[in-house]
Each structure stands twice: as C-alpha cells, then as structure tokens.
C-alpha cells in the first residue's frame, strides 16, 4: 500500500508541472513571436506599404512553416 501513495503522490506532483510547463513554452513561443516582429518593425515599418499587423502574421507563418529555398 504505501508504493500506490507514492506513486499517486508522484502523478499529482507531475500533474501540477504541467499546465506550468505547457505554460512556459507558449510564453518562449510568443516572446520569439514578439522578438521577430520588432525586429521587422526596426528593419523599417513603410517598407512595401505592408501594414504592421500583416506583417505580423507573415513572420508568424515564417516562424512556423519555413520557406524552402531552392
């Protein structure tokens, strides 16, 4: 009986990390996010007359399905 608690003692202490992790890594997703847009707005906003929040989307699709050169 006492390894069924500390198994279940386990699952609930793994339980409550993983909401906090899953949090994390949206938070470094959004924050790589930010980080890729301001560097476009430092690159120059006006540039092709694309607006900030289209630009916006464009990095973000960049970010996740890459362009395949070639």
Request: glycine share 4%; net charge positive; charged share 15%.
């Amino acid at each position: 009986m006492l390894w069924k608690n500390s198994a279940n003692k386990a699952f609930k202490s793994d339980s409550k990390r993983l909401p906090v992790s899953l949090r994390s890594s949206m938070a470094n997703v959004c924050h790589t996010l930010t980080r890729r847009y301001a560097t476009q707005v430092n690159l120059g906003v006006q540039s092709f007359g694309i607006s900030p929040a289209i630009r916006f989307v464009l990095s973000a699709n960049e970010l996740f399905y890459p362009q395949i050169l070639g």
